[in-house]
């Protein structure tokens, strides 16, 4: 059964241009690398959570701050390339950009080399445009920023 996780993408209007907000994931693995590696804030749901609760719930574990908003958007759902299930929301709102936290997770690193270290879940985030999002986003969540953009054009 393919993990599934759940996460909110927060956007807002500056000089009436729309942003959205990514993360980066740290690590040595991730550190070189831009395009295709940005993500949503996103994380793996517990057994019998809600889709939506389980995804402000790693928004605040890894933003810092509590999504501060009424009213969701579902995006629906996406498949990334390993298998993974990803369903998102997305919500308006703004952040002063200071992570307010950081969660660290143990890697074997080199690979195989049976010595672990500790590494920041999250090293980076930020609002970018559009155009520069779909660009450094993973290439599945794209869809997400798509169905964004025409949701809130039909408004």
Request: zero cysteines; glycine letters at 6%; a neutral charge.
């Amino acid at each position: 059964m393919p993990k599934i996780r759940a996460g909110l993408l927060m956007y807002r209007f500056k000089d009436s241009k729309l942003e959205v907000l990514i993360v980066h994931p740290g690590g040595p693995y991730w550190k070189n690398k831009d395009e295709g590696a940005w993500s949503i804030p996103k994380g793996e749901v517990e057994e019998n959570e809600d889709f939506l609760e389980a995804a402000k719930r790693e928004f605040k574990e890894e933003i810092g701050i509590s999504p501060n908003s009424e009213k969701f958007i579902s995006l629906g759902e996406i498949k990334q390339k390993a298998g993974k299930i990803v369903y998102a929301w997305a919500f308006e709102s703004d952040w002063h950009g200071l992570l307010m936290t950081q969660i660290y997770i143990e890697i074997e690193y080199p690979p195989k080399s049976n010595k672990f270290i500790k590494i920041p879940e999250i090293d980076k985030a930020s609002f970018f445009t559009i155009n520069i999002a779909k660009k450094k986003i993973n290439p599945a969540q794209k869809e997400f920023i798509d169905k964004l953009e025409k949701i809130l054009m039909e408004r």
